[in-house]
């Protein structure tokens, strides 16, 4: 189930790959509990440097649901050409702050948490350095719902619909912001710039039919053509869009940024003149379905480990655990992908299961009761909701063992 094809090439890569990984575990004293979560930083870094070539200047907003842990967010920020953290709850961006992991966090979703938001209005300091999304004069009155004076001003962006008007008045992206007209984002503009204790700083306009949906899958030629024309219609007519509502809101406010984007899309984004950031974060990772994009060739750097625990038969290896799918429209793309050693493949009938996780396929036969199989998850940052640590290979070594969100005690959901 889920075969991939594989060249000689990236059989043997594969292979290498599990060596790797397999020698440095080995070398951690005691023994790390399983699952057990590597990220390759050479592949990382050479992700970051990838997308910020590709950005072409503008600079990266570091989307954090996609990494989930403190201490790659804090890599990540230290490079050139990443700027801020495009954070995925309230509270999250208020412990971001506060552990010193960023001063500029923009909640890239609105929100309606009033115990966080009762504790950013009575904090300047948190306030200056989080940015919420609005959509809604009602996320305005959450906001005053709970906050018992105007002293401290509230960072607002505009999240802009950005899915592509297709003919019939079919939409074609994520369904969020009811923004969607000049006339829409300028009556909401005014009600913020209108309401005493808000400032209007931004705008996010996240295409996610171009960004998120890779378009160079092999076997699926008739729907990656589809997928291709949803891009490239997509592309100049948000240039347009953008435009027009830039030059409306120009004549109201000064704004501080305009996010646009995501990992699949870097190169496009960045070039409209009207973003002045992109958000990216799934590119660091590359997580299996991030492996089919035009845009960028796949570096995976995100491991984790799990034990046979028995052979069931000569055919079979299970695995102790292996359940970690993704979210999403539900699909055989949303499985882990088991990885190395190469040649196993999920079973059907059990997929990858709640505790144990059957492996059929000719790389079993290599596979003996206490070896690790090295498993990607489908999504970025879902597969440090699973592990509370991770760690963290240089060359052929771990050189750090870090928490991640869930290890930190937290968990934003
Ligand atoms: C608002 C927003 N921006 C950007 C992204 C892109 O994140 P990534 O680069 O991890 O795909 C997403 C992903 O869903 C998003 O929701």
Redesign the pocket.
Known sequence: MGATRETVAGLTERHRLRARLDAAVAGLAPAPPTPCAVVDLDAFDANATDLVRRAGGTPIRV?SK?LRVPALLARVLARDGFAGV?GYTLAEALWLHETGVSDDVVV?YPTVDRASLAALTASPGAAAAVTLMVDDVAHLDVVDSVRSSLAVPVRVALDVDAALAAPGGVRVGPRRSPLRSVADVVALAEAVLARPGFRLVGV?T?E?QV??VPDDVPGQRARMGVVRRIKSASVPQLVERRAAVAAALDDLVELEFWNA???GSVETSAADPVVTEV?????LLVPGLFDHYRSFVPRPAAYVGVPVTRRPDARTATVHGGGYVASGPVGVDRLPLPWAPPGLELTSLEAAGEVQTPLVGPGVDVLRVGDLVWFRHAK?GELFEHTDRVHLLSGRAIGETVATYRGAGRSFG
């Open positions: 989307a996609s495009l890239a996010m996240y996610g960004a998120g984007g995501g990992s958000a990216a974060g799934s590119g970025s």
